[in-house]
């Protein structure tokens, strides 16, 4: 059973920046991996995945702010999210693309002044 276990989230100004980690308990050697996030009443949605060649795909919506990147030695998947917005806030997922494993706890972020 895959562990996923994401980290950084908080609260910050709108403008701001963060940047979330997710450590795997297996190995993502050859797993397709992505970042996902559910605001309040809304459905989970795909923000960013990035290949096992490390390409990477945006949604509109944060295309130009956010990157991904992964680390396969250390099982870990990042996402640097810069010029933050109020719309960002969400409880953010790490996750393989695109056939999730169990999802993990989640990383609470909340952009507000």
């Known amino acids: 059973q895959v562990q996923l276990v994401e980290s950084g989230g908080g609260l910050v100004q709108p403008g701001g920046s963060l940047r979330l980690s997710c450590t795997v308990s297996?190995?993502?050697?050859?797993?397709?991996m992505a970042w996902y996030r559910q605001a309040p009443g809304e459905q989970r949605e795909l923000v960013a995945r990035?290949?096992?060649?490390?390409?990477?795909t945006y949604s509109d919506s944060v295309k130009g702010r956010f990157t991904i990147s992964r680390d396969n030695v250390k099982g870990a998947v990042y996402l640097q999210m810069d010029s933050l917005k109020p719309e960002d806030t969400a409880v953010y997922y790490c996750?393989?693309?695109?056939?999730?494993?169990?999802w993990g706890q989640g990383t609470q972020v909340t952009v507000s002044s």
């Open positions: 297996g190995t993502i050697f050859g797993i397709y």
């Open positions: 996750n393989n693309y695109p056939r999730p494993w169990s």
């Open positions: 990035i290949t096992t060649g490390r390409s990477t």
